[in-house]
């Protein structure tokens, strides 16, 4: 009889084996939304993350742009469990006091328009009711007829019905067809093309000050300041969707500051909560009036611990000069990418951004296996098609940071570099 072996089971095996059995049990109970990379997280600090085997990562994505201040910022910590401890959802019949802090920093600090917010569970959320307000105030003033949206190709605004309407993607809207209604899309950086959609029924122009899914397309200065003149000129509302480019991601707190012009209605999210849900739509008395009780609402929306989560980021930012600390690292990711390009001109076919909102467009398919590469080499990265990588790091990476992933970039395209000359001959 053959003797059995009985094989002693590391710590490392039982952590494997957890990240395949979690792996595996997400697959099977949760729906099949998200193409899943293979790791799980376990734990974060600032801009690096721990998988359950306890391997290190640097995150170069920052959930999608939600971690600005970092992962598990302490001071946001802080605040949330000192008011988790209090009162969490006391329902909107009723103020909160982070709920009105949090309203009045917002306010501040977008002087000029910002005089009354809207608290929302998420970015989707918060353009929906943009959506809602714009058409309201417009039908409001100048009958049912006034209530047609341009959005911009390649945008992305979310995924919830009215928010894909405006969503000029036929691949992520084809599926959800019939689409609401009221929709034109115009092309980015076209004032002709943005003049041939507008007419008597337009109430408003939505649009990014950067595409962030669309591949990191950024809105030319001249271009949003033509937008901004079209609009008041034909009173229209010119509505930023910020979700992405808001709170310091483009070099300055919003991303309209970089362009000398203010919106009618601003949407901001992600990075607003520090890893908490929230979105909100910022706008000024007059037109946030076409709000009145029962037009409106969200059950969960600026709930206090949300709330007070965002009071914190907003006080982080202030108190450890995030945004001039970012600026400099932005312009020494971007040189460094460029170099990149100078290097690989065979393979990169583009690198652009603003800020720390920055991509990389390749002359070939090669997005996907650069970004599963990088996991195994424990760099969290983006892409935003197969030939695109998007990088939203956590606004407090730091150099050294920036200089290990140019390591493994650098070795990493030297391979491809190889492939690509290979195939030309």
Sequence with gaps: MAEKVNKVITKDDKNKLKNIDIYSEGLKYLMNTYSRLPV??????????????????????????????????????????????????????????????????????????????????????????AIKLARKYSTDKYGKKRYEIISFYNSFHGRTLGALSATAQTKKQSPFEPLLQGFRYASLNDMDSVKNEVNDKTCAILIEPVQGEGGINVTDKKFMKELRDLCTEKDILLVLDEIQTGFGRTGKLFAYENYNIIPDIMVVAKSLGGGMPIGAIISNDKISAAFSPGTHGSTFGG???????????????????????????????????????????????????????????????????????????????????????????????????????????????????????????
């Design 40 to 129: 799980v997280f376990e734990k974060a600090a600032m801009q690096y993350l721990w998988d359950v085997e306890g391997k290190k990562y640097t995150d170069f994505t920052s959930g999608y742009g939600c971690l600005n201040v970092g992962h598990s910022n302490k001071e946001v910590i802080s605040a949330l469990k000192n008011q988790i401890s209090k009162i969490i959802q006391p329902s909107n019949i009723y103020f909160s006091q982070p709920q009105v802090k949090l309203a009045k920093l917002l306010c501040s600090l977008t002087a000029g328009f910002g005089e009354k917010v809207f608290f929302a569970n998420s970015g989707t959320e918060a353009i929906e009711g």
């Design 303 to 425: 709930n206090a611990a949300s709330c007070a989560a965002g009071v914190a980021v907003l006080e982080y930012f202030k108190k450890h000069d995030i945004i001039e600390a970012s600026n400099k690292q932005g312009i020494y990711f971007l040189s460094e990418l460029n170099n990149l390009k100078d290097r690989y001109e065979n393979l990169i076919k583009e690198v652009r951004g603003m800020g720390l909102m920055l991509a990389v467009e390749f002359k070939y398919p090669v997005a996907d296996e650069i970004v599963k590469f990088g996991l195994k080499n424990f760099f969290v990265l983006n892409k935003v098609s197969d030939f695109t990588i998007r990088f939203l790091p956590p606004l407090i990476i730091e150099r050294k940071d920036i200089k290990n992933l140019m390591v493994f970039l650098n070795k990493t395209l030297k391979g491809f570099d190889k492939n690509a000359k290979s195939k030309k001959n």
